[in-house]
């Protein structure tokens, strides 16, 4: 990792840090799973989110957005499928 992801990195979790006390009251969480070389974050919804059925809207109208206009290096974020 050279010193210009480690800084997209770092702001993305920056992005995530800001959305994720909105996660927590509901009851879910967010973390960073990486960074592609397309320049998607993957992220995972747990909790309360990652069997919501608004979680599209949360991902979309919450998360993309903040992750975007904080880094707008980033082309889309994306999220896991949830796990059983």
Do not use: F, W
């Amino acid at each position: 990792m050279n010193h210009t992801d480690s800084n997209i990195e770092s702001r993305v979790r920056a992005a995530l840090e800001q959305i994720r006390p909105y996660l927590n009251a509901d009851g879910g969480d967010i973390e960073l799973v990486e960074i592609t070389g397309e320049m998607h974050a993957i992220v995972r919804l747990s909790g309360a989110c990652s069997t919501c059925n608004k979680s599209y809207q949360t991902m979309t109208n919450g998360v993309q957005q903040m992750v975007r206009r904080m880094v707008p290096e980033i082309v889309a974020v994306e999220a896991l499928p949830a796990t059983r």
